[in-house]
């Protein structure tokens, strides 16, 4: 049975693991890097970013979260996560913070405001429902939440979400110094897979269903068909080597 880390130091790492539960997946927490060795796959959960950040480097896991997310074995960041896991993140607090990076895009911390403009709503979401059954829409739990400005050539898009109408001009800056521009578009991007590695603004473990969990851990069985595929290719190769032949050594009588 597939085992699934889920990084606990802050936020909504108990209802991750309440939604694996549910759908009979073992899941542990995860607060040191050694608790890294041996796992599936890794939830990183929404929170504060900023101080899953510093409990992070408290307990030097950025090292090792990052040998994890570059060995190939599936990793999902929400909300909080996803900002983890970006190669780049725009309007972060003063002085920043440390970033895993591994997924090529780049994020807005808090492009949705406040904890005061939270919000719910439909997302369209056609490749989740291809997969893995259920209708064409999902509940996006939006809590302080950040969004997806722009992704590289290899990051699937996976959700839109509208600009809600009501909020007010949402400005972007890339850095100090920069010039800030206002974000014009009428939807951001808000659920990503690269490979390995699945992204969502949004928090599926605060609703009851189950597909983004079950669609991470589709991820895994990819992951483990690929890496018996590789072995098998490697042992077929082995035996196509021309075998040596012994030697003919001279006999002396």
């Known amino acids: 049975m597939a085992v699934v880390g889920v990084l606990a130091l802050q936020g909504s790492y108990n209802e991750h693991l309440a939604a694996l539960r549910r759908i009979g997946v073992r899941g542990v927490e995860v607060r040191k890097p050694e608790q890294l060795l041996g796992l599936d796959s890794l939830i990183i959960p929404g929170g504060e970013s900023t101080t899953?950040?510093?409990?992070?480097n408290y307990h030097n896991l950025f090292p090792a979260l990052r040998e994890f997310v570059s060995g190939g074995?599936?990793?999902?960041?929400?909300?909080?996560?996803?900002?983890?896991?970006?190669?780049?993140?725009v309007g972060q607090?003063?002085?920043?913070?440390?970033?895993?990076?591994?997924?090529?895009c780049t994020v807005h911390r808090n492009f949705f405001g406040s904890q005061l403009q939270s919000f719910e709503?439909?997302?369209?979401?056609?490749?989740?429902?291809?997969?893995?059954?259920?209708?064409?829409?999902?509940?996006?739990?939006f809590i302080r939440a950040p969004?997806?400005?722009?992704?590289?050539?290899?990051v699937e898009i996976l959700a839109y979400c509208p600009v809600p109408a009501n909020r007010p001009s949402i400005i972007i800056s890339s850095g100090e110094g920069a010039e800030e521009e206002?974000?014009?578009?009428?939807r951001v991007i808000v659920a990503v897979r690269q490979g390995n590695i699945l992204a969502t603004a949004f928090h599926p473990e605060l609703t009851s269903d189950s597909r983004w969990h079950r669609f991470f851990l589709d991820m895994d069985k990819e992951s483990q068909a690929k890496a018996l595929a590789a072995l098998?290719?490697?042992?077929?190769?082995?035996?196509?080597?021309?075998?040596?032949?012994?030697?003919?050594?001279?006999?002396?009588?």
Request: some cysteine; hydrophobic content about 40%.
């Open 232 to 253: 098998s290719l490697s042992s077929i190769d082995a035996e196509d080597l021309p075998k040596k032949k012994p030697l003919d050594l001279p006999i002396f009588e």
């Open 73 to 89: 074995k599936p990793v999902w960041g929400t909300c909080a996560g996803l900002i983890f896991l970006a190669n780049k993140a």
């Open 182 to 186: 206002v974000y014009s578009k009428d």
């Open 121 to 141: 709503t439909e997302l369209s979401v056609p490749k989740l429902a291809e997969k893995e059954g259920g209708n064409g829409t999902c509940r996006g739990v």
């Open 93 to 104: 607090k003063t002085g920043g913070q440390e970033l895993v990076g591994g997924l090529d």
């Open 52 to 56: 899953m950040a510093k409990l992070a």
């Open 147 to 154: 969004a997806i400005l722009e992704v590289g050539s290899d």
